[in-house]
T-cell receptor, first 113, second 114 residues
Framework: AQSVAQPEDQVNVAEGNPLTVKCTYS??????LFWYVQYPNRGLQFLLK??????LVKGSYGFEAEFNKSQTSFHLKKPSALVSDSALYFC???????????FGAGTRLTVKP | DAGVIQSPRHEVTEMGQEVTLRCKPI?????LFWYRQTMMRGLELLIY????????DSGMPEDRFSAKMPNASFSTLKIQPSEPRDSAVYFC????????????FGPGTRLTVT
């Protein structure tokens, strides 16, 4: 069965600095990878996904993620963080032959002014 | 589009009572998912439907939980009888399909069972 790990519970960065939120996955087939963001008292909001093709995926709000098959990683990045990026971020994985999507435990990003 | 609609947004009930959560997916989406989120267990998939048919309910905690999707625009999650450990935020999500399609989440229902 597929699984996903977010090794950091919390990431703190200063506004204007680059940010990285880490995600690693485990699947037996080809992965479909997703990033979602959750603001307080809201549902999860889709940011970006990797299905196939270019390993660098660009998404909403200036976020991007790089699929690395050899390292089984899909880290979320942004060149310059904003205070408004502070939220809970979830990585998710689904195998191409399985409809079950697995979410990571989430990483709380705090961007300080 | 209004997005995924869930009701009620908040529900407080006493142990033993029946609770019904409602969801209206985005029009045209043929997959619907129910999740539960708690601090201890994170986000858990309870059940999902494809074209109104339940496909996988292995995440449903026990027989007290049941879900239905009578048509493409409505689904319910029922807990009977409710217990304090059922307190959580319950999310409904819909998507155009499974596989490579992203899910769109509703705002959630915060359930408190006293």
């Amino acid at each position: 069965a597929q699984s996903v790990a977010q090794p950091e519970d919390q990431v703190n960065v200063a506004e204007g600095n680059p940010l990285t939120v880490k995600c690693t996955y485990s699947v037996s087939g080809n992965p479909y990878l997703f990033w979602y963001v959750q603001y307080p008292n809201r549902g999860l909001q889709f940011l970006l996904k990797y299905i196939t093709g270019d390993n660098l995926v660009k998404g909403s709000y200036g976020f991007e993620a790089e699929f690395n098959k050899s390292q089984t990683s899909f880290h979320l990045k942004k060149p310059s963080a904003l205070v408004s990026d502070s939220a809970l971020y979830f990585c998710a994985v689904r195998e191409d032959n399985n409809n079950d999507m697995r979410f990571g435990a989430g990483t709380r990003l705090t961007v300080k002014p | 589009d209004a997005g995924v609609i869930q009701s009620p947004r908040h529900e407080v009930t006493e142990m033993g009572q029946e609770v019904t959560l409602r969801c209206k997916p985005i029009s045209g989406h043929n997959s619907l998912f129910w999740y539960r989120q708690t601090m201890m267990r994170g986000l858990e998939l309870l059940i999902y439907f494809n074209n109104n048919v339940p496909i996988d309910d292995s995440g449903m905690p026990e027989d007290r939980f049941s879900a239905k999707m009578p048509n493409a625009s409505f689904s319910t999650l029922k807990i009977q009888p409710s217990e304090p450990r059922d307190s959580a935020v319950y999310f409904c999500a819909s998507s155009l399909g499974t596989s490579g399609y992203e899910q769109y989440f509703g705002p959630g229902t915060r359930l408190t069972v006293t």
